[in-house]
């Protein structure tokens, strides 16, 4: 059985975390905990997760936005599907789940950054959900 939940403070963050791990594995769970609950406090940073008989296996992270090249818009921080469940739809439909609540919400669109190497990733992105690549991003770290 399917079901996409939100996760909704420290308790619940932990049980996203094996799953988020995989996408980004330079944060150790407490490192993810803190940035989890600085972005929801600051930024309104929200987790939904695809539970598949009560197991997280997808997982997305995203928050609303406002730019003027964007409009007002959500932006995708994060989107991974454990790697035991890759390529079965599921990222497919957690990213669905939050384009139809964008809609609902009235914002213009849903937009996300993918770093270079994941060609399987664009594929996705553009032939699978109609996506345009629109921009190169740059960042710049000063640590």
């Given at each position: 059985?399917?079901?996409?939940?939100?996760?909704?403070?420290?308790?619940?963050?932990?049980?996203?975390?094996?799953?988020?791990?995989?996408?980004?594995?330079?944060?150790?769970?407490?490192?993810?905990?803190?940035?989890?609950?600085?972005?929801?406090?600051?930024?309104?940073?929200?987790?939904?997760?695809?539970?598949?008989?009560?197991?997280?296996?997808?997982?997305?992270?995203?928050?609303?936005?406002?730019?003027?090249?964007?409009?007002?818009?959500?932006?995708?921080?994060?989107?991974?599907?454990?790697?035991?469940?890759?390529?079965?739809?599921?990222?497919?439909?957690?990213?669905?789940?939050?384009?139809?609540?964008?809609?609902?919400?009235?914002?213009?669109?849903?937009?996300?950054?993918?770093?270079?190497?994941?060609?399987?990733?664009?594929?996705?992105?553009?032939?699978?959900?109609?996506?345009?690549?629109a921009s190169y991003s740059f960042k710049k770290v000063f640590k």
């Amino acid at each position: 059985m399917e079901k996409i939940i939100e996760l909704v403070g420290e308790k619940d963050w932990k049980k996203g975390f094996p799953v988020i791990s995989q996408l980004r594995p330079h944060l150790t769970e407490g490192d993810f905990l803190e940035l989890a609950a600085l972005a929801a406090e600051q930024e309104n940073y929200r987790i939904k997760v695809l539970l598949k008989d009560s197991q997280p296996i997808a997982y997305i992270g995203y928050q609303p936005m406002i730019t003027l090249y964007y409009g007002r818009f959500i932006w995708v921080s994060d989107l991974v599907t454990d790697e035991a469940h890759r390529s079965l739809g599921y990222g497919e439909k957690l990213l669905s789940h939050v384009e139809e609540e964008a809609q609902k919400g009235g914002y213009d669109g849903i937009a996300l950054s993918s770093a270079l190497h994941r060609k399987g990733a664009h594929r996705f992105y553009e032939e699978k959900m109609g996506f345009d690549k629109a921009s190169y991003s740059f960042k710049k770290v000063f640590k």
